[in-house]
């Protein structure tokens, strides 16, 4: 890689907001990458309910309920005829039982108890899961119950990832773009220059090895329970934060496929270029285009990135490459357990009278 980004061509990015538009059973829709093409997008959410033999009702239980209020698919992502329900008296006419495996394993020694066997001929059971393989345990446990899965992995049966850009040409033709922010492109100087935010320190993680070298060259303002300034509580604080930072070091608990999450997108959102630490280039680069984003891979040592933070800084026209791509984006974030039942239901209601079976959920998911 080369130690200036200025190199980095505009590559043809086109981002993996059409994978989610078309949402649900990747496995069925994606004959490969041509899905990529964002002039499908306009057909892949119609903006009234689906023709009637698609249009099946269908009854989505969640085995342990997380969030307030059951979601209207409707009326957040047009996804019509979903009932959904924590109620397990409904097991045996519920089409789908969705499980959150943090939730299967209570504690380290007692699994909560899976729905019970045998399950209703054609009902589908679905794993549901954002969090990162090293920090999943036991899925081994689990082999061998599951239909479909549901998770920020692009070849999970059904796509969630944390956020996703949305084009602003398309925001008039997606459901969720009433949910996304428009980016800033505002080139103007920012009174700080590297920001982190860290809850968890342990000197054995990757992340917190790499800030120890990092600091030695440029100053970097620690916040969070392991910083030295606490933010206000507020998913909002830490985006309120950046907007006044020119660099975010996104850096992941852990580095592996497609496990990119809120830290990089509240650097979007905050307007302060991200420096990422993660999976690889090409791995960001299906969610951003080359440009948006500084990767720790990019520089053969620690010191010539940092010469690159400084060399930026410093130079208004570094600054305008790495966030003029920013005036025709939105960011779209998750909404949590809404979504994840909304789009299991769709997914659900594609695969009726299907025959779905997760083969390992272990090699693929630790693949
Ligand atoms: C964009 O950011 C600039 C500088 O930080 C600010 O002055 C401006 O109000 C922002 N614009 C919008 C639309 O938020
Ligand atoms: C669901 O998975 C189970 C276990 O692999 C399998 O026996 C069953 O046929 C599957 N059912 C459907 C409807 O896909
Ligand atoms: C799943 O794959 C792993 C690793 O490839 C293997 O060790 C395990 O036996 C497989 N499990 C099943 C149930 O096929």
Known sequence: MHSD???????????????VGLAAVNFLL????CLLDLSDVSNAEPSVPVSEDNNAE??????RYRGRNPCDCWENFRIS?????????????????????RDQIISRVKEAPLPPEP??????????NFESPTHVQRLW????????TLNYREDSDIFLPYGYLIPNVLLDKVPQARFAKKLNSSLDPRPGFVAWVVSHWHISLERVQFYNLLKDYIKIDLFGRAGTTILPPG????????????????????????YITEKLWNAVQGGAIPVVLGPSRKNYERFLPPEAFIHVDDFPTVQELAQYLRKVKDSPSLIQMHLSWRKDYSVYMTLWSGESYCT????????????????????????
């Open 5 to 19: 980004l200025s190199l980095i061509k505009n590559s043809a990015f086109k981002g993996i907001f059409s994978l």
């Open 30 to 33: 994606l004959p490969g990458i």
């Open 58 to 63: 269908i009854l989505l239980l969640v085995w």
């Open 81 to 101: 005829g979903c009932t959904i329900t924590e109620d397990r008296s409904m097991y045996h006419k519920a089409d789908a039982v969705l499980m959150w495996h």
């Open 119 to 128: 399950r209703p001929p054609a009902q589908k059971w679905i794993w549901l």
């Open 141 to 148: 446990k689990f082999e061998g119950i599951y239909n479909l």
């Open 235 to 258: 998913k909002d604080s830490v985006v309120e934060m950046l907007k006044q930072y020119r660099f975010y070091l996104a850096f992941e608990n852990s580095q592996h496929t497609d």
């Open 344 to 367: 299991a239901c769709k997914a659900v209601r594609m695969r009726k009278g299907k025959t779905d079976v997760v083969k390992n959920l272990t090699a693929w998911f630790y693949s």
